[in-house]
Nanobody, 120 residues
Framework: QVQLQESGPGLVKPSQTLSLTCTVS??????????WSWIRQPPGKGLEWIGY???????YYSPSLKSRTSISRDTSKNQFTLQLSSVTPEDTAVYYC????????????WGQGTQVTASS
């Protein structure tokens, strides 16, 4: 059974870059047809998909966040990483990593989530 675990700083200052890592166990991030996403939920709001890195290493980002987003991976550690630049207080949210199989937007496994606050 696959498990995902987010890690990273809980506090980021405005204008800095948010960096989070998702460590995957129980399955390889290079297995065919798996898509590994970052999703966030701001306080009092719904879920917002940020982007994914596919089994092949290709990436796709939400158009609204594309200019500030980068997702990469370290296959030797079975991890993938989110970087979100130029953060503002509006980036404060619980950030989740999640897995989808075949259809990139149908998630079957989630991490527990990690709170990130953008504040000076």
């Amino acid at each position: 059974q696959v498990q995902l675990q987010e890690s990273g700083p809980g506090l980021v200052k405005p204008s800095q870059t948010l960096s989070l890592t998702c460590t995957v166990s129980g399955g390889s991030i290079t297995t065919n047809y798996y898509y590994w996403s970052w999703i966030r939920q701001p306080p009092g709001k719904g879920l917002e998909w940020i982007g994914y890195i596919a089994y092949s290493g290709s990436t796709y980002y939400s158009p609204s966040l594309k200019s500030r987003t980068s997702i990469s991976r370290d296959t030797s550690k079975n991890q993938f990483t989110l970087q979100l630049s130029s953060v503002t207080p509006e980036d404060t949210a619980v950030y989740y990593c999640a897995r989808a199989v075949s259809n990139w937007n149908e998630f079957d496994s989630w991490g527990q989530g990690t709170q990130v606050t953008a504040s000076s």
